[in-house]
């Protein structure tokens, strides 16, 4: 019940998850770790960023001492969720399911969309949890190499994220979706661009409040909340540039990222 909750993702887009879990469980500690030292994640081999995730998992439990883990990467999440939660002895919680369980909910002529990191879509993880609904439906998946780089680099709106946007956001227009799941962690804040690429007729979906309410319940279901009347401590954590990290990331989240701390720890 007393340790934090330990989440990580490739760089900051799993920031979009650490907002939805401090807005909704401002009480509980969090430490996050952004992997900027060895992103993006997406255009590597699995094998690599299955060897990542284990390593940034253990680190929040050993290190941490977290209570759960929130793997805040969709492609860390297809390359590697069963080993961790095979290996760790606290609860994994993911990003994929859901995501796909919102997407399946919200729409109303079946056809459905879902973007990601080339490992997220290559992984077939999207299929096989939509799949494993049993949801009537037909997905259309595209891979958007490109989109987490501009992320980083904090360039969320202009001319060029909107032509990289047309270009590999068409296969999903053509399919006529009437929902498009954002399935990388970094995708929301390009939000803005993508929904007027896509048009009014469709519904962005992100999985990153899906999560926060899945790890609630996680939490309570254990008995791991924390009492209510208390202010959750929030740690932040980089394998990179940690002032960059402080600033960009500050931008993103909000004021909670005042200050950044170097991964991993001292021994």
Partial sequence: MDGPIGMFDSGFGG???AR??????????????GDTGRYPYGSKPLGDVRGFAR??????VDDYGAKVIVVACNTATAAGLDDLRAELGVPVIDVIRPGVSALVQTTTTGRVGVIG??????SGAYVHA???????????????PGFVEFVE????????????????????????????LLGCTHYPFL???????????????????????????TLGDLGLLRAVDRRGHRRFVS?????????????????????????????
């Fill in 239 to 267: 394998s990179g540039d940690i002032d960059l990290f402080r600033e960009l990331g500050c931008q993103l989240l909000g004021p909670e990222l005042d200050r950044t701390e170097s991964w991993p720890p001292p021994r």
């Fill in 55 to 60: 390593e940034l998992a253990h680190s929040l």
């Fill in 117 to 122: 990191t080339v490992g997220t879509v290559s």
């Fill in 153 to 180: 680099r904090g360039q969320t709106v202009g001319d060029e994220v909107t032509v990289l946007a047309e270009r590999l956001l068409a296969p999903i227009r053509d399919a006529d979706v009437d929902a498009l």
């Fill in 15 to 17: 920031l979009t998850v």
């Fill in 130 to 144: 939509i799949a494993a609904t049993g949801a009537p439906v037909i997905l259309t998946s595209a891979a958007c």
């Fill in 20 to 33: 939805a879990a401090i807005d909704l469980l401002p009480a509980e500690d969090l430490v996050y770790i």
């Fill in 191 to 217: 939000a803005r661009t993508i929904g007027d690429v896509m048009g009014n007729g469709v519904t962005l979906v992100s999985s990153a409040d899906e999560t926060a309410f899945s790890l609630k319940q």
